[in-house]
T-cell receptor, first 117, second 113 residues
Framework: GAVVSQHPSRVICKSGTSVKIECRSL??????MFWYRQFPKKSLMLMAT?????????EQGVEKDKFLINHASLTLSTLTVTSAHPEDSSFYICSATLAGVSTDTQYFGPGTRLTVL | KQEVTQIPAALSVPEGENLVLNCSFT??????LQWFRQDPGKGLTSLLLIQSSQREQTSGRLNASLDKSSGRSTLYIAASQPGDSATYLCAVFSGGSNYKLTFGKGTLLTVNP
């Protein structure tokens, strides 16, 4: 149980285009979803916290107009990288917490590798 | 601001050896600490979660300890196997009302057959 999927697993796009990444909780309802990014040989860094039906809370230094997060249902959150540039190339991972349960346990997706040419 | 440090950054050992990975954190007001495994280009697999009130957790050949007051945790792997080769990440859940997971950079473990 508590499986989180991400789609796509890998995406290559041209500079200036927008890319949407989906995060789904497959067998549970997720009150809260988190988006992280990971650069090579660096820590996972939290980008934003997303609660179903409300606006995402962004970490300091993360541009909310560039990284659009939508959490329209209890099983789906999307991250859209708008006008992507090569410096946005990274590994993006989402996680989700069980609705109605303490938020200290996060279930992680398999990640999405974004390469911007 | 919570900061998590992992030492060593990389470790290479022969198969069968017991080993210890270290994690330290700057703010001891944590809810819990987790150890994850990450294979190249993959997501995270949770290995062990230690609540702030606990001292250790065990799962199979893995044992994780927590000393909250000193801001340290160790992950002990017994009888290492080549399949244990991966990056091991330590993360602490903290932050008061603005709680979040803060990750270390990880330790890249290579177990040689």
């Amino acid at each position: 149980g508590a499986v989180v999927s991400q789609h796509p697993s890998r995406v290559i796009c041209k500079s200036g285009t927008s890319v949407k990444i989906e995060c789904r909780s497959l067998d549970f309802q997720a009150t809260t979803m988190f988006w992280y990014r990971q650069f090579p040989k660096k820590s996972l860094m939290l980008m934003a916290t997303s609660n179903e039906g409300s606006k995402a809370t962004y970490e300091q230094g993360v541009e909310k107009d560039k990284f659009l997060i939508n959490h329209a249902s209890l099983t789906l959150s999307t991250l859209t990288v708008t006008s992507a540039h090569p410096e946005d190339s990274s590994f993006y991972i989402c996680s989700a917490t069980l609705a109605g349960v303490s938020t200290d346990t996060q279930y992680f997706g398999p990640g999405t590798r974004l390469t911007v040419l | 601001k919570q900061e998590v440090t992992q030492i060593p950054a990389a470790l290479s050992v022969p198969e069968g050896e017991n080993l210890v990975l270290n994690c330290s954190f700057t703010d001891s007001a944590i809810y819990n600490l987790q150890w994850f495994r990450q294979d190249p280009g993959k997501g995270l697999t949770s290995l062990l979660l230690i609540q702030s009130s606990q001292r250790e957790q065990t799962s199979g050949r893995l044992n994780a300890s927590l000393d909250k007051s000193s801001g340290r945790s160790t992950l002990y792997i017994a009888a290492s196997q080549p399949g244990d080769s991966a990056t091991y990440l330590c993360a602490v859940f903290s932050g008061g009302s603005n709680y979040k997971l803060t990750f270390g950079k990880g330790t890249l473990l290579t177990v040689n057959p």
